[in-house]
Nanobody
Framework: QVQLVESGGGLVQPGGSLRLSCGAS???????MAWYRQAPGRQRELVAI???????NYTDSVKGRFTLSRDNAERKIWLHMDSLKPDDTAVYYC????????????WGRGTQVTVSS
């Protein structure tokens, strides 16, 4: 059982930057780690996913602006967000999925990111 806790959300102006953090209560070395987001009236979407450090994939709308990083020893992942747009406004969720046991999937409670003047 892994508990995830996000932090770093808040209000930022368009063009600004923000860094989200997610800490895990257990080891994450065998977990794919990802950031999702959900805006009002929209489905939850995958923002970025780190396949146990082997590769990182981003949704097209954030490529070149967002960067996912992880530290297995520290049991943390981050999402560095630059050039933020109002459309980035959403609740951002941290996600962990076990590579070999897909039924071992955990979610954080989410952190609100609001991009507005």
């Amino acid at each position: 059982q892994v508990q995830l806790v996000e932090s770093g959300g808040g209000l930022v102006q368009p063009g600004g930057s923000l860094r989200l953090s997610c800490g895990a209560s257990g080891a994450i070395v065998v977990y794919d780690m990802a950031w999702y987001r959900q805006a009002p009236g929209r489905q939850r979407e995958l923002v970025a996913i780190d396949h146990t450090g082997g590769s990182i994939n981003y949704t097209d709308s954030v490529k070149g602006r967002f960067t996912l990083s992880r530290d297995n020893a520290e049991r943390k992942i981050w999402l560095h967000m630059d050039s933020l747009k109002p459309d980035d406004t959403a609740v951002y969720y941290c996600n962990a999925r076990h590579v070999f046991r897909e039924d071992y999937e955990f979610w954080g409670r989410g952190t609100q990111v609001t991009v507005s003047s």
